[in-house]
Protein backbone atom coordinates (compact mmCIF):
# COMPACT_ATOMS: atom_id res chain seq x y z
CA UNK A 1 0.00 0.00 0.00
CA UNK A 2 1.84 3.63 -0.76
CA UNK A 3 2.77 5.92 2.21
CA UNK A 4 0.84 9.15 2.46
CA UNK A 5 2.87 11.91 1.68
CA UNK A 6 4.83 13.13 4.76
CA UNK A 7 4.34 16.52 3.86
CA UNK A 8 0.99 18.89 2.63
CA UNK A 9 1.71 20.38 -0.77
CA UNK A 10 3.48 23.45 -0.29
CA UNK A 11 4.18 22.65 3.49
CA UNK A 12 7.69 23.96 4.41
CA UNK A 13 9.75 21.27 5.33
CA UNK A 14 10.43 21.91 9.29
CA UNK A 15 6.42 22.54 9.89
CA UNK A 16 5.65 19.19 8.24
CA UNK A 17 8.50 17.56 10.33
CA UNK A 18 7.07 19.00 13.22
CA UNK A 19 3.23 17.66 12.09
CA UNK A 20 4.51 14.09 11.79
CA UNK A 21 6.22 14.37 15.24
CA UNK A 22 3.34 15.61 17.20
CA UNK A 23 1.53 12.27 15.67
CA UNK A 24 4.35 10.18 16.23
CA UNK A 25 4.57 11.44 20.00
CA UNK A 26 0.96 10.96 20.24
CA UNK A 27 0.84 6.69 19.17
CA UNK A 28 4.37 6.71 21.22
CA UNK A 29 2.97 8.49 24.65
CA UNK A 30 -0.16 5.61 24.38
CA UNK A 31 1.78 2.68 23.33
CA UNK A 32 4.15 3.14 26.24
CA UNK A 33 2.11 5.04 29.11
CA UNK A 34 4.73 3.38 31.76
CA UNK A 35 8.30 4.60 30.10
CA UNK A 36 10.54 5.37 32.16
CA UNK A 37 14.95 6.01 32.69
CA UNK A 38 15.70 2.01 33.28
CA UNK A 39 18.63 3.17 35.54
CA UNK A 40 17.99 2.22 38.97
CA UNK A 41 18.70 5.29 41.61
CA UNK A 42 17.93 7.35 44.47
CA UNK A 43 19.83 10.55 44.07
CA UNK A 44 21.13 12.31 41.75
CA UNK A 45 24.70 11.48 42.35
CA UNK A 46 23.55 7.37 41.88
CA UNK A 47 22.07 8.44 38.18
CA UNK A 48 25.12 10.17 36.97
CA UNK A 49 27.39 7.32 38.01
CA UNK A 50 25.05 4.93 36.70
CA UNK A 51 24.84 6.75 33.28
CA UNK A 52 28.93 6.94 33.20
CA UNK A 53 28.28 3.15 33.54
CA UNK A 54 25.87 2.63 30.78
CA UNK A 55 28.01 3.12 28.17
CA UNK A 56 28.25 0.60 25.83
CA UNK A 57 26.45 -1.49 28.61
CA UNK A 58 22.96 -2.55 28.84
CA UNK A 59 21.11 -0.94 31.45
CA UNK A 60 20.32 -4.02 33.22
CA UNK A 61 23.86 -5.14 33.28
CA UNK A 62 24.51 -1.79 35.03
CA UNK A 63 21.35 -2.27 37.74
CA UNK A 64 23.05 -5.72 38.68
CA UNK A 65 26.52 -4.08 39.24
CA UNK A 66 25.32 -0.86 41.17
CA UNK A 67 23.24 -2.84 43.29
CA UNK A 68 26.49 -3.80 44.90
CA UNK A 69 28.12 -0.75 44.20
CA UNK A 70 25.69 1.84 45.93
CA UNK A 71 25.67 0.75 49.20
CA UNK A 72 29.60 0.76 49.16
CA UNK A 73 29.86 4.56 47.51
CA UNK A 74 27.99 6.45 49.01
CA UNK A 75 29.25 9.96 48.26
CA UNK A 76 31.64 11.83 46.21
CA UNK A 77 34.27 11.93 47.98
CA UNK A 78 33.80 7.99 48.34
CA UNK A 79 34.44 7.88 44.70
CA UNK A 80 37.10 10.28 45.24
CA UNK A 81 39.06 8.16 47.37
CA UNK A 82 38.61 5.11 45.73
CA UNK A 83 41.37 2.87 45.60
CA UNK A 84 41.46 2.58 41.47
CA UNK A 85 42.38 -1.41 41.09
CA UNK A 86 39.50 -1.85 43.28
CA UNK A 87 37.08 0.36 41.67
CA UNK A 88 37.51 -1.09 38.46
CA UNK A 89 37.08 -4.70 39.87
CA UNK A 90 33.73 -3.41 41.34
CA UNK A 91 32.44 -1.85 38.20
CA UNK A 92 34.19 -4.55 35.57
CA UNK A 93 31.41 -6.58 34.20
CA UNK A 94 30.07 -3.08 32.77
CA UNK A 95 32.94 -3.10 29.94
CA UNK A 96 35.41 0.00 29.64
CA UNK A 97 36.19 -0.72 33.22
CA UNK A 98 39.55 0.73 33.25
CA UNK A 99 38.38 4.09 31.96
CA UNK A 100 34.98 4.32 33.84
CA UNK A 101 36.48 4.28 36.57
CA UNK A 102 39.12 6.58 35.95
CA UNK A 103 36.47 8.75 35.16
CA UNK A 104 34.36 8.01 38.24
CA UNK A 105 37.66 8.70 40.28
CA UNK A 106 37.81 12.09 38.43
CA UNK A 107 34.50 12.77 39.05
CA UNK A 108 34.47 12.36 42.26
CA UNK A 109 37.17 14.60 42.85
CA UNK A 110 35.99 17.08 41.19
CA UNK A 111 32.44 17.32 42.70
CA UNK A 112 34.22 17.41 46.18
CA UNK A 113 36.66 20.42 44.89
CA UNK A 114 34.10 22.52 43.37
CA UNK A 115 30.59 21.76 44.09
CA UNK A 116 30.51 20.60 47.42
CA UNK A 117 30.07 17.01 46.95
CA UNK A 118 26.90 18.00 45.43
CA UNK A 119 26.11 17.27 41.45
CA UNK A 120 25.68 20.75 40.10
CA UNK A 121 22.50 21.69 38.09
CA UNK A 122 23.65 23.42 35.25
CA UNK A 123 24.76 21.71 31.88
CA UNK A 124 27.50 23.72 31.70
CA UNK A 125 29.11 22.65 35.03
CA UNK A 126 27.81 18.95 34.80
CA UNK A 127 30.18 19.13 31.45
CA UNK A 128 33.44 19.91 33.53
CA UNK A 129 32.97 16.43 35.30
CA UNK A 130 35.54 13.76 33.86
CA UNK A 131 33.60 11.39 31.88
CA UNK A 132 30.41 13.41 31.39
CA UNK A 133 29.44 14.62 27.75
CA UNK A 134 25.89 16.17 26.70
CA UNK A 135 24.07 12.46 26.79
CA UNK A 136 24.98 12.01 30.29
CA UNK A 137 24.15 15.54 31.69
CA UNK A 138 20.79 15.48 29.77
CA UNK A 139 20.27 12.32 31.30
CA UNK A 140 20.89 13.76 35.10
CA UNK A 141 18.87 17.04 34.39
CA UNK A 142 16.38 15.75 32.76
CA UNK A 143 15.68 13.01 35.32
CA UNK A 144 17.13 14.09 38.70
CA UNK A 145 15.93 17.52 38.19
CA UNK A 146 13.38 17.85 35.79
CA UNK A 147 15.18 19.91 33.66
CA UNK A 148 15.29 19.88 30.13
CA UNK A 149 17.90 21.75 28.23
CA UNK A 150 18.40 19.15 25.58
CA UNK A 151 17.26 15.69 24.72
CA UNK A 152 19.10 12.71 25.45
CA UNK A 153 20.55 10.59 22.18
CA UNK A 154 21.89 7.59 22.85
CA UNK A 155 21.75 4.76 20.56
CA UNK A 156 18.33 4.09 20.09
CA UNK A 157 17.01 7.65 19.93
CA UNK A 158 19.59 8.02 17.04
CA UNK A 159 18.97 4.85 15.18
CA UNK A 160 14.84 6.22 15.31
CA UNK A 161 15.86 9.32 14.72
CA UNK A 162 17.05 8.49 11.21
CA UNK A 163 15.02 5.54 10.39
CA UNK A 164 11.45 7.78 11.08
CA UNK A 165 13.64 10.74 8.86
CA UNK A 166 14.02 12.97 11.47
CA UNK A 167 17.87 13.36 11.40
CA UNK A 168 20.89 11.57 9.25
CA UNK A 169 23.36 13.60 11.14
CA UNK A 170 26.13 12.01 11.92
CA UNK A 171 27.06 12.88 16.12
CA UNK A 172 24.79 12.97 18.85
CA UNK A 173 25.23 16.70 19.18
CA UNK A 174 24.17 17.16 16.13
CA UNK A 175 20.67 14.79 16.28
CA UNK A 176 19.84 16.93 19.28
CA UNK A 177 20.09 19.91 17.58
CA UNK A 178 17.73 18.32 15.23
CA UNK A 179 15.45 16.67 17.52
CA UNK A 180 15.12 20.13 19.39
CA UNK A 181 14.01 22.04 16.42
CA UNK A 182 10.65 19.58 16.19
CA UNK A 183 10.03 18.47 19.47
CA UNK A 184 8.01 20.76 21.85
CA UNK A 185 10.15 21.19 24.86
CA UNK A 186 7.35 19.77 27.26
CA UNK A 187 8.29 16.38 25.41
CA UNK A 188 12.32 16.94 26.10
CA UNK A 189 12.61 14.52 28.60
CA UNK A 190 10.10 11.92 27.90
CA UNK A 191 10.98 11.43 24.18
CA UNK A 192 13.93 9.11 24.22
CA UNK A 193 12.23 6.93 26.59
CA UNK A 194 9.03 6.23 24.59
CA UNK A 195 11.88 6.01 21.65
CA UNK A 196 13.74 3.60 23.72
CA UNK A 197 10.99 1.61 24.57
CA UNK A 198 9.92 1.29 20.55
CA UNK A 199 13.58 0.67 20.09
CA UNK A 200 13.70 -1.99 22.31
CA UNK A 201 10.33 -3.90 21.78
CA UNK A 202 9.79 -2.91 17.68
CA UNK A 203 12.26 -0.98 16.26
CA UNK A 204 15.35 -2.80 17.03
CA UNK A 205 18.79 -2.29 15.62
CA UNK A 206 18.98 -5.74 13.90
CA UNK A 207 15.17 -6.95 12.29
CA UNK A 208 12.77 -4.25 13.17
CA UNK A 209 9.37 -5.04 13.17
CA UNK A 210 7.50 -2.55 10.80
CA UNK A 211 4.65 -5.13 10.24
CA UNK A 212 3.28 -4.76 13.58
CA UNK A 213 4.52 -1.01 14.48
CA UNK A 214 2.67 1.48 14.80
CA UNK A 215 4.11 4.16 13.22
CA UNK A 216 4.66 2.56 9.94
CA UNK A 217 2.15 4.54 7.80
CA UNK A 218 4.71 8.05 9.01
CA UNK A 219 8.01 6.29 8.93
CA UNK A 220 9.67 6.49 5.73
CA UNK A 221 12.01 3.58 6.09
CA UNK A 222 9.29 0.86 7.00
CA UNK A 223 10.31 -2.36 5.15
CA UNK A 224 13.75 -1.19 5.25
CA UNK A 225 15.77 -3.32 7.72
CA UNK A 226 19.00 -1.98 7.53
CA UNK A 227 17.76 2.03 7.62
CA UNK A 228 19.24 3.68 11.00
CA UNK A 229 21.64 1.20 11.81
CA UNK A 230 24.82 2.84 11.65
CA UNK A 231 23.53 5.95 13.21
CA UNK A 232 22.88 4.05 16.10
CA UNK A 233 25.78 2.27 16.26
CA UNK A 234 27.83 5.65 16.11
CA UNK A 235 26.03 6.96 19.19
CA UNK A 236 26.47 4.37 21.04
CA UNK A 237 30.08 4.91 21.05
CA UNK A 238 29.84 8.26 22.55
CA UNK A 239 29.38 8.57 26.65
S1 LIG B 1 8.14 1.28 10.57
FE1 LIG B 1 9.92 -0.04 10.91
S2 LIG B 1 11.73 1.30 10.70
FE2 LIG B 1 9.91 2.64 10.97
S3 LIG B 1 9.79 3.02 13.18
FE3 LIG B 1 8.51 1.26 12.78
S4 LIG B 1 9.83 -0.54 13.11
FE4 LIG B 1 11.15 1.28 12.88
Avoid at 164 to 179: C, H, Q, V, Y
Amino acid sequence: MPKPPLRAPGEPGLAAQRRRMQVIIRRLRRAYPDAHCSLNYATPLELLVATILSAQCTDARVNLVTKDLFQKYRSAADYAQADLETLQEDIRPTGFYRNKAKALQGMGKRLAEAFGGEVPRAMDDLLTLPGVARKTANVVLGNAFGQAPGIVVDTHVARLSARLGFSNAPTPEKIERDLMAIVPPRHYVMLPHWLIFHGRAVCRARGPRCGECMLADLCPSAGDGQAGAQAGAQAARRP
